[in-house]
């Protein structure tokens, strides 16, 4: 409404991919960045494994403990919700949030175990909205060899190939936005290039609120 105080609302960025495509060192140095820049930014990421929930999510990915495909999934969805209320304050203060994986992951890794895919949605109905999904494309071969994966449940060539194509499926139907094939990082010396593209997105959304 005109003559009202406008505030500045931050943006809410996600960066999603497969494991080993380089999304954390591109969220810190986003985060960096922006910062630089004299902007307010935190790096959050999922799972949150700190809270009593991310602490089960945890034990399950450490095979430490065995779950139901459908539990683990509304867990990892609760771990979310449970952000919720924090990450609409930060943002509302100004702050903008890069998230390191989002509902996105959620959706692609459970479908990805044959999960049926509407199911896998209706949890993430009411988090909050990204204005922009940067997904770092990278084929799952070249995640592999990038320092190889850790123990993890998930961290297998096979499986992440199947990750990889239900990450696909969400980009026809519910990405707000995505940087596809811009991010490529399969060369190393691309990451400055990767970090300018993403750097201006956030600055558009920051100015576009401002
Ligand atoms: P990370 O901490 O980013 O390495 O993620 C841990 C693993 O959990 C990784 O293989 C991706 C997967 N993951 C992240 N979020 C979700 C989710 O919401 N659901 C499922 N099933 N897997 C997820
Ligand atoms: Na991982
Ligand atoms: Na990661």
Redesign the pocket.
Known sequence: IEGNKKESRGALIVLEGL?RSG??SQCSRLVSYLEGEGLSAELW???D?TTNVGQM?SAY?TNASQLDDHT??LL??AN?WEKRSLMETKLKSGTTLIV??Y?Y??VA??SA?GLDIDWCKAPENGLLAPDLVAYLDISPDKAAERGGYGD????KLEFQQKVAEHYKVLHDASWKSIVHDVIDINSGDNDDDNLAVLAEIAHKHDKGKA
């Open positions: 494991d999304k954390s990421r999922f799972p494994r999510i990915l683990i999934h990892f969805s979310r390191d994986r509902s992951s959620g890794f459970s175990k993890e449940r998930y961290e």
